[in-house]
Antibody, heavy 120, light 106 residues
């Protein structure tokens, strides 16, 4: 059974950066395609980016390109998402979401979410 | 990338059938996936590859995909099905979510 445990809530000032972690168990990180999705207050789910197993690359949503970096430390099965130049509109719950296998698939596994609050 | 359009809200009486649609011009080439999200919880996959139910999802949840519209159907809706529902598809290497539909059971 796959579990994805995320780091705790964060508060940042506008212009700062935040780094959220997602620790995987049940599979190794190399067996999963890890993505990041956020939900802002009053809005829907928004895909930020992730690993495409068919192209073998990490792809970022155009909206976040230049501001987001997704990395993995496979030695500890932990994925990271860093978002920079934060603004109030980045206040949201951030989720890591993943699937297993070599093709583009649905997100079977989700972390519990990390609340990031951006406020001066 | 393309858009996926869902109705913002759907209301249904307990025991009746709820139908949530998702329109997008990629659905003749791509699968639809559906997620349920309740307040304060992470999303849960309820339908994958248009029509398949993951293990543990009740049989009252079903999906279809015809032309440009994918549909999530909940038969015999229960109060516990009240939630936000999102469709999702792939556009080559990127992921697209619909805007979400709030299902109210009243």
């Amino acid at each position: 059974q796959v579990q994805q445990v995320q780091s705790g809530a964060e508060v940042r000032k506008p212009g700062a950066s935040v780094k959220v972690s997602c620790k995987v168990s049940g599979y190794t990180l190399t067996e999963l395609s890890m993505h990041w999705v956020r939900r802002s207050p009053g809005k829907g789910l928004e895909w930020m980016g992730g690993f495409d197993p068919e192209d073998g690359e990490t792809i970022y949503a155009q909206k976040f390109q230049g501001r987001v970096t997704m990395t993995e430390d496979t030695s500890i099965d932990t994925a990271y998402m860093e978002l920079s130049s934060l603004r109030s509109e980045d206040t949201a719950v951030y989720y890591c979401a993943s699937f297993h296998g070599p093709i583009r698939f649905s997100f079977e596994y989700w972390g519990q979410g990390t609340l990031v609050t951006v406020s001066s | 990338s393309f858009d996926l359009t869902q109705p913002p809200s759907v209301s249904v009486s307990p025991g009746q059938t709820a139908t949530i649609t998702c329109s997008g011009d990629k659905f003749d080439d791509e699968y639809a996936f559906w997620y349920q999200q309740k307040p304060g919880q992470s999303p849960v996959l309820v339908i994958y590859q248009d029509t398949k139910r993951p293990s543990g999802i009740p049989e009252r949840f079903s999906g279809s995909n015809s032309g440009n519209t994918a549909t999530l159907t909940i038969s015999g809706t229960l109060a516990m099905d009240e939630a936000d529902y999102y469709c999702q598809a792939w556009d080559r290497s990127t992921v697209v979510f619909g805007g979400g539909t709030k299902l109210t059971v009243l």
